[in-house]
Structure formats: structure tokens, C-alpha cells
């Protein structure tokens, strides 16, 4: 009997010390996103990410009528799905990209871009409006047929000779999370001068005629967006 009850008082402190190591790290989980939240209701603050570029003109835009939101540094807008990372928004901020693609390129040169998603929860709906945006301002989308690597996707924006790409994925963050990610012609992340120019466009989309869109099913039909598999160029 005392081996009995020392047995099971071992076993109770056991599971005990695993009870208080899972509230311990459930705690520090709230307690971060708590801070990051504060971070990002600060004006000026880095929320622990370096923010310009496109973050400022979004921060800018969600403090101004609390349209968009989320941590964004000059390469990639994350936030909440549902939150802040919602349809509109990411229309909005295809929107910015496809004028930006427009002014840059030269006349009347075809314009195309790779379009990528990950397997988080909407993403490839979120990577579909990205599509719909570009075909309703004339530019030729190419979108994963499934979820793939970003590498992958970087790939074949050089593979293809395309102008840029866009990658709806938040890398490490935590699953609630979604991002939108900038890609430039030679695969790589946007430069600063790139985030700075969409910056600018998407100050004034919202407040003068928000996103162009087109019908998913016509915009196939007239080959203004074109699925394909990255996998088999990468």
C-alpha cells in the first residue's frame, strides 16, 4: 500500500507539473499576441517587425478610416484572417500592385504575373481574388493550380518572364495568420523603391475608386488568368 500511494502521488504531480507547463505556454502565446496587438495600435511603434513602405501606407490607411491592419514590413502584409486579412483588403492591396505593374511597364508590352498560395485556411480563395484583380486591369495572371513553396513560385516568375508575382502565405507566423507577399521580376522580394511606388497607389485607391475586379469564369475564358502547375519548371 505505500508503494501504491507513492505511486500515484508521483503520478499526480506529474500530471500536475504538464498542467502548469501547458498554461504556462497557452499564457505566453496570449500575452504575445496582447503585445503585438498594443505594438501595432501605437503610431510609430515597429511592432517588433521593421515597418515602411507598403506597412506605413496601410497602417496609415486602417488608422485613417480602420480599413487594413495587420504587421507589414516592406516585402509582406500579415494579419488575422477574418480580422484585417479580409477579401476587400486584399483586393485593395492587388489593386495598388496592378497600377503600380501598369505605370512601370512599358507601352503596350504584355504584362504578366505568377500568383501563389499555401495551405492555410483560404488561401487559395485569397490567391483567386489576387487573379480577378489583375485580369479586370488587363494583366495575364498565372495561378497555382495547388498550394506550393514559395521557391517554387519564385521560380517560375523567372521561368515565365513575368513582371512580378504575389505569394499569399505568413511564412512562420502562427496558423490564424495570412500574408500577401511582393515578389519582383527576378523572383526575389519587391526592392524598397517597388514597396515605396505601391505605397503610394494604395493611399488613394480606397478613397477614390477601390479594385477593379472581373469575373473568375470570364476572365478564363478570355486567358486573363491561366492556371498551371509550378511544380513541374521548378
Known amino acids: 500500500p505505500f508503494r501504491r500511494r507513492a505511486r500515484n502521488r508521483y503520478r499526480r504531480d506529474l500530471l500536475f507539473r504538464q498542467h502548469q507547463r501547458q498554461c504556462r505556454r497557452r499564457q505566453s502565446w496570449r500575452h ?19 515597418r515602411d513602405c507598403i506597412g506605413i501606407a496601410v497602417d496609415r490607411q486602417r488608422r ?8 507589414l514590413d516592406g516585402r509582406q502584409w500579415r494579419a488575422v484572417i477574418a480580422e484585417s486579412f479580409t ?26 504575373i505568377v500568383i501563389g498560395f499555401d495551405t ?19 494583366i495575364t495572371a498565372y495561378l497555382a493550380r495547388a498550394d506550393a513553396p514559395t521557391p517554387a513560385i519564385s521560380y517560375n516568375i523567372v521561368h515565365k518572364k513575368a513582371a ?37 497607389k494604395l493611399y488613394a485607391i480606397h478613397d477614390s475608386f477601390g479594385a477593379n475586379l472581373m469575373d473568375f469564369k470570364l476572365a478564363e475564358e478570355r486567358g486573363l488568368i491561366r492556371k498551371f502547375d509550378p511544380a513541374w519548371p521548378y
Open 120 to 138: 492555410r485556411f483560404l488561401s487559395d480563395r485569397f490567391a483567386a481574388e489576387v487573379a480577378r484583380v489583375m485580369a479586370a486591369n488587363g
Open 64 to 71: 485613417r478610416d480602420k480599413l487594413l491592419g495587420g504587421y
Open 164 to 200: 512580378g508575382g504575389v505569394m499569399i502565405t505568413a511564412s512562420h507566423n502562427p496558423p490564424r495568420y495570412s500574408g500577401y507577399k511582393v515578389k519582383a521580376a527576378y523572383g526575389g522580394s519587391a526592392p524598397k523603391h517597388q514597396t515605396q511606388a505601391i505605397a503610394q
Open 87 to 112: 477579401f476587400e483588403n486584399v483586393r485593395l492591396v492587388s489593386q495598388a500592385v496592378a497600377s503600380y505593374l501598369l505605370d512601370a511597364a512599358e507601352p503596350g508590352a504584355p504584362l504578366e
Open 32 to 50: 504575445r499576441d496582447e503585445r503585438r496587438q498594443r505594438r501595432q495600435r501605437v503610431p510609430g511603434s515597429s511592432g517588433g517587425i521593421k
